[in-house]
Structure formats: structure tokens, C-alpha cells
């Protein structure tokens, strides 16, 4: 019903940058917010940054804060990114995740995932 297909990964050295992208789409897409998930080797999936659709306000979890921009353009039902200072520990499987908007709040879509490798 809704695809999330993200784009923009890959390898990079430890301090330099990386600009994933989220296109979204499918009938009648609509959505509350739009986000970014990663996991890490070893570890659980987790939270990295969420905007709301209708005025962009943002949330970020700590380890990312004042490293990692989110943002979106309405228009082409894109959410992105912007990953600065990478360190290696960024290193991980990257997932986009969108609500259903009035007609699905609680559900949950999710992308196919994205590497991103940072080396030291």
C-alpha cells in the first residue's frame, strides 16, 4: 500500500558526510511524520530522527544531535538525511518509516533498509 525506497548510502571515512534519501509513495499517500531508524551490528533497531509533516518540527536522539539534519520536501513525498561528521560507530543498516496519516496513526511502513559504512 505504501513504499518507502531510500537511496544515498554507502561507504565513507570516519569525519566526512552522507545524504540519505526517503521517497514515498503509493494510493493516496498521506502521513503525520516521516522518520529515520538504523541498526547496528549486533544490536536492536533504533530511533534516529522524526519531522512532522505539517510544520517540520523535528526530534533527534542524542548520539546524532548537532551531527544529523532531518528534513523533507512536501511536494515529492521525500524525507532526508543529512549525515555530517559520521563516525563508525554511524555505521548500520538505515530505515525509513512513515505513519498512515489520519487514516493509519498507529501503523507503522518501513523501507528496505540502507547501508551505511563508516571507516575509521
Known amino acids: 500500500q505504501v513504499q518507502l525506497v531510500e537511496s544515498g548510502g554507502g561507504l565513507v571515512q570516519a569525519g566526512g558526510s552522507l545524504r540519505l534519501s526517503c521517497e514515498a509513495s503509493?494510493?493516496?499517500?498521506?502521513?503525520?511524520?516521516m522518520g529515520w531508524f538504523r541498526q547496528r551490528p549486533g544490536k536492536e533497531r533504533e530511533f534516529i530522527a522524526s519531522?512532522?509533516?505539517?510544520?517540520?518540527?523535528?526530534n533527534y536522539t542524542d548520539s546524532v544531535k548537532g551531527r544529523f539534519t532531518i528534513s523533507r520536501d512536501i511536494r515529492k513525498n521525500t524525507v532526508y538525511l543529512q549525515m555530517n561528521s559520521l563516525k563508525p560507530e554511524d555505521t548500520a543498516v538505515y530505515y525509513c518509516?512513515?505513519?498512515?496519516?489520519?487514516?493509519?496513526?498507529?501503523?507503522?511502513?518501513w523501507g528496505q533498509g540502507i547501508q551505511v559504512t563508516v571507516s575509521s
Open positions: 518509516e512513515t505513519d498512515g496519516g489520519p487514516w493509519g496513526p498507529t501503523v507503522r511502513y
Open positions: 519531522i512532522r509533516w505539517s510544520g517540520g518540527a523535528t
Open positions: 503509493g494510493r493516496a499517500f498521506s502521513s503525520y511524520h
